[in-house]
């Protein structure tokens, strides 16, 4: 069993940066980590995603150039560093963790509130 939780979310100005940390716990060896959002009214989106070693990354069209994904294996957790942020970014914001492309694994989420 596999048990994430996020930590960094929070209210932001239009234009500033966030950075999202994801704790995991429980066994996450060659998982494959990444983040999902879902604003208010919307369905969960898909944000970016990185496989065990770090060296493949996704990310969904309207974030690329402005977040990156990383993870520490060694700490087994995973970051989301989202910079120029939207309003359209607002969203609570969950952790995933799979053995492959889909997740097995959500944490609860962490509130992102970016003000015009």
């Known amino acids: 069993q596999v048990q994430l939780v996020e930590s960094g979310g929070g209210l932001v100005q239009a234009g500033e940066s966030l950075r999202l940390s994801c704790a995991a716990s429980?066994?996450?060896?060659?998982?494959?980590m990444g983040w999902f959002r879902q604003a208010p009214g919307k369905e969960r989106e898909f944000v970016a995603q990185?496989?065990?070693?770090?060296?493949?990354?996704s990310y969904a069209d309207t974030v690329k150039g402005r977040f990156t994904i990383s993870r520490d294996n060694a700490k087994n957790t995973v970051y989301l560093q989202m910079n120029t942020l939207k309003p359209e970014d607002t969203a609570v914001y969950y952790c995933?963790?799979?053995?492959?492309?889909?997740?097995?694994?959500w944490g609860q989420g962490t509130q992102v509130t970016v003000s015009s």
């Open positions: 995933t963790a799979g053995r492959g492309y889909a997740p097995n694994y």
């Open positions: 990185i496989t065990w070693s770090g060296d493949t990354t």
């Open positions: 429980g066994r996450t060896y060659m998982y494959f």
